[in-house]
Structures are given as structure tokens and as C-alpha cells.
């Protein structure tokens, strides 16, 4: 009996097939400014950088997030879905489902650099943590193509279970994790061997997954609305959350204290505590919301809503919508990038007596010269850290998963 898919499903299947009817081809990039020649010498610019990928016409917007401004419109290929961006923040890999490839983008000029043929229907994509290798769940072909990033080739392609639609990195970098959508199950890759090591039953139709730094799973249970919680040490499922209807995309902030799960038949987005293994937050957002990614320093979620167009904002500090974006056009993936450019001192200026930063970087991430401390964006993210309850010690008090006992397998 043939497999009954989802809404969503049929939905990007529609858009797919208009843009192929209608021959439609990319969209113009928005034209950048040219800035003034300057004879000082040049320095490095650092801001970070939201990606946003829209199904129909086929492009990536790419936002400045401390002004929340569109930068720039980048043609890809046809119906663009996930996304992911190197740990240097230079590269970002879009996953088209129609067009079979993936788009690679230098996030200098936000152009396309190379284009890659993977799988059948190429829905998601991760990058390892050390840059070297972009592993793509390919939806219909029930495969993982692995991509060397520094060839921009295939070099591995991988069987999983069937309808693969999520893939993520452990912090290690030494497993992929893939969530086939009408297995049930997610497949567990060993990415020096390039196999699958052991399959791991979950809920109901999962899409969605993320890796915390503290090496737990996170798999959003579309079917079952529920997040199933894996332990990689052990390979075991050791919770199953309920969150909103028809949960999709999955992130976690940089120190693995929350995951955010959208919810796209409640357009809603789950804040789940990973200490505690529940949620403490729901927060509205727009229609049908996909794709979720948070920002290098935790303080804030971009989240893209498919059917209303937009691109919610959110404040991980209040757990609230602080702006909403304009879409191009059905968006669907989001990454973000810390991205470096070469300025000229006298177009960001120093504060009298301010150091230039590590490696002669101007940090813009938050407004700020220099590269920030770790207390500092704690201070930032939760004021007065030294009582909050996401601290070290209160962490290492409550929480069933202590930091030591993950020292006890460093080949996760």
C-alpha cells in the first residue's frame, strides 16, 4: 500500500511542480552598495549572518542579524530546503529537492560557487564539526551523500532507512545521526567508516534532529507530536516529550541547555529544558513554521514560517518574538553563519583605547569591539548568571546527565 504523505509534503510537491511548469528560473540578486575607496589598510569585519532558504522562486535570503535588514537575494536550484553552514562560517550548503543537488555558497559575496549532484530529492544537510565533510539526507533515493568540502565532491553515499529527511553531527564529529521519516527509526553513521553502526527505533514519522554539546539526540516526531530524546553514548531512547502538533525542525543553543522544536500544524515554537527534559516555553510564531536555527552567541532564533512568508525572530533571554521578516517566497531552511569581511578601520570605528579584538577581528555580532568573553555573553543571554538556574553547579546538582560521565566514551 503506497505510503499516505503528510500536508507539508504535498504542499512542497505543489510548489515544486509550479516551478517547473512555469520555467521559472532564479531570481535576481539585490543589487549591494560599493563602498568608497579607502587607502587605510584593510581589517576583518565580523558579523553574523541569518540564511534563509524559499522554496518557490528557488533562493537563500541572507539577513544581517544585528539590524535584522535583507543583505541579499542568492539564486540556488530548484525548491531549496535545508541548510548548513561550515564552522568557519565561509561556506553554506542548501539542499534542493527538485533540481537533485546541492548549492554551495561563499558567504564573502554570497554567490554560488559550486553546485553538487547528490541524491534523489536532497532535503537536509549537516556539516561536520571540523568543516571537512557536508553529509546530505537524500528524501526518495533513501541514502546520505557525503561531501567532501574541501573537492566539493560525493565521495560516499550511505543506505539508510527509508524517507531520510534529517541528518545531524555529534560534537565529536565522529557520528552522523539521520531521522527517516517512514521508517520510524534513525540510522547511526560512523563517519570514519562511512556505515551505519545501529538503527534506533523513535515516534512516529521523524523529521527533524539536532545533536546538543552534551552528546544527547533530539528527534522531532512529526506523526507523533512528541521529541524523542537519544542518549549517544548508549544509542537508547531515555525520554519522549510532548510538544505542539506536527513538530518539524530541530536546534539547540551552543551550550546544550535548551532546544527549540517548531511546531508547524500550531505555529508555534517548543522551548524544551534538556536538563529536565521538559518544556518550559511555547511561543507563537507565523504559519507553519520549518526550519529553526540559533545564532553563534544563543541569544536569538530565527525561525522560517512556510505558509505566512515571514521569518520569526525570537529572544532566547525572553522566549519572545522580537521581529518578524519579510520571506521570499515559501522559506523553509534557515542556517546561521559567522561570517568575516575585509573593512577599513575608519568604516567601523574603534572606541578610544577599545583592543581590535583576537586576530585583528571587529566583532558586529552584538554591536560590540573585540571578541567577547564567555561571561559576557552569559551576562548578556541571562543577567545575573551567577543565581540563575542554568549555572554550572545547579546543572551539575539536578540533572541526571553529568559532564563526567560523557568523558567516558570520547569516540561518540
Known sequence: MPRRRSWKARVRAA???????????????????????????????????????????????????????????????????????????TRVYV?????????????????????????TRPIDVAVSPDGTRAYVANSASNNVSVINTRTNTV?????????????????????????????????????????????????????????????FVFVANSGSNTVSVIDADSDTVVATITVGAAPDRVAATPDGGFVYVTNSDSSTVSVIDTSTDTVVATIPVGASPMGVAITPDGTRAYVANF?????????????????????????TGVTVARVRTQVSPQVIPQRPGAAAGVDGVVDQSMGRVGAPSTARLLAHRHPGAATHHRTKAHRAHHTRRPTTAKAADPGR
Request: aromatic share 2%; no cysteine; proline share 6%.
Open 15 to 89: 510548489v515544486a511542480a509550479a516551478a517547473i511548469a512555469i520555467g521559472l528560473t532564479p531570481a535576481a540578486a539585490l543589487p549591494t552598495g560599493t563602498a568608497a575607496a579607502d587607502t587605510a589598510p584593510a581589517r576583518q569585519q565580523q558579523t553574523v549572518t541569518a540564511y534563509v532558504s524559499n522554496a518557490l522562486p528557488g533562493t537563500v535570503l541572507a539577513y544581517n542579524t544585528l539590524t535584522n535588514t535583507l543583505i541579499k537575494t542568492i539564486p540556488v536550484g530548484t525548491s531549496p530546503d535545508g541548510m548548513a553552514s561550515t564552522p568557519d562560517g
Open 95 to 119: 539542499a534542493n529537492i527538485v533540481s537533485n543537488d546541492v548549492s554551495v555558497i561563499d558567504t564573502a559575496t554570497n554567490t554560488v560557487v559550486a553546485t553538487i549532484p547528490v541524491g
Open 155 to 215: 565521495v560516499a553515499t550511505i543506505t539508510v532507512g527509508t524517507g531520510p529527511e534529517g541528518v545531524a553531527i555529534s560534537p565529536s564529529g565522529r557520528r552522523a545521526f539521520v531521522a527517516n521519516t517512514f521508517s520510524n527509526t534513525v540510522s547511526v553513521i560512523d563517519t570514519s567508516s562511512n556505515t551505519v553502526v545501529t538503527t534506533i527505533a523513535v515516534g512516529t514519522k521523524p523529521i527533524g534532529v539536532a545533536v546538543t554539546s552534551g552528546n
Open 307 to 331: 505558509v505566512s512568508n515571514t521569518v520569526s525572530v525570537i529572544n532566547t533571554r525572553t522566549n519572545t518574538v522580537i521581529a518578524t521578516l519579510t520571506g521570499g517566497g515559501f522559506p
